[in-house]
């Protein structure tokens, strides 16, 4: 079966930084990608990562090794409104779209 | 920035009723997707649609559900018999191609089965 293993729950001190994991079994990969989604809305995308390496966008980072299926979300200086569920999900063989159950972040001042 | 847009924002429908979710996906985009995710759960994959067809569909997808793009640019999602487990938020998204492009998702039709 396909599976996407994230943190349920993970809480961090504003202007902090955070890392969260993220490890697939999937069949194929064409993708990984991390959606933030705050409470009721719709998932906004952050990142994506298809080759190995590390992938820099302002202050959040994301990491992909694809020989290990793992990846993870780098998120730095961090603020109040940061506090949301991040989303690990990755493109199978059939280029559909598996997701993880998200990781909620809280965030402390 | 274009947007996918969906109503209604909120639908409450007795169980058994059928219901139709409307999306408009960004204009030049090809890829329609239909995603489902009940309370406090994760998203799930219920249908792909390309070339006014569908290319990929979930276990979640039976009968009960189909799509469709009635015109060139409303993408329905139409549930015949709803039941209470129905009961979720409904994301479409669409893509202007497959692979690296992330889907841009409209903001939700929150479905609640009476």
């Known amino acids: 079966g396909q599976n996407i293993d994230q943190p349920t729950e993970m809480t961090a001190t504003e202007g902090a930084i955070v890392q969260i994991n993220c490890t697939y079994q999937?069949?194929?990969?064409?993708?990984l990608f991390w959606y933030q989604q705050h409470a009721g809305e719709a998932p906004t995308f952050l990142s994506y990562n298809v080759l190995d390496g590390l992938e820099e966008k302002g202050r959040f980072s994301s990491f992909l090794s694809r020989s290990k299926g793992y990846s993870y979300l780098l998120l730095k200086e961090l603020q109040m409104k940061d506090s949301a569920s991040y989303l690990c999900a990755v493109k199978d063989s059939n280029y559909q779209l598996i997701w993880g159950a998200g990781t909620k972040l809280i965030i402390k001042p | 920035e274009p947007e996918v847009t969906q109503t209604p924002s909120h639908q409450v429908t007795q169980m058994g009723q059928e219901v139709i979710l409307r999306c408009v996906p960004i204009s030049n985009h090809l890829y329609f997707y239909w995603y489902r995710q009940i309370l406090g759960q994760k998203v799930e994959f219920l249908v792909s649609?390309?070339?006014?067809?569908?290319?990929?569909k979930s276990e979640i997808f039976d009968d009960q559900f189909s799509v469709e793009r009635p015109d060139g640019s409303n993408f329905t999602l139409k549930i015949r018999s709803t039941k209470l487990e129905d009961s979720a938020m409904y994301f479409c998204?669409?893509?202007?191609?497959?692979?690296?492009?992330?889907?841009?998702f409209g903001d939700g039709t929150r479905l609640s089965i009476l």
């Open positions: 649609f390309y070339n006014n067809e569908i290319s990929e």
């Open positions: 998204a669409s893509n202007d191609r497959e692979g690296s492009q992330p889907q841009h």
């Open positions: 999937t069949s194929g990969f064409n993708g």
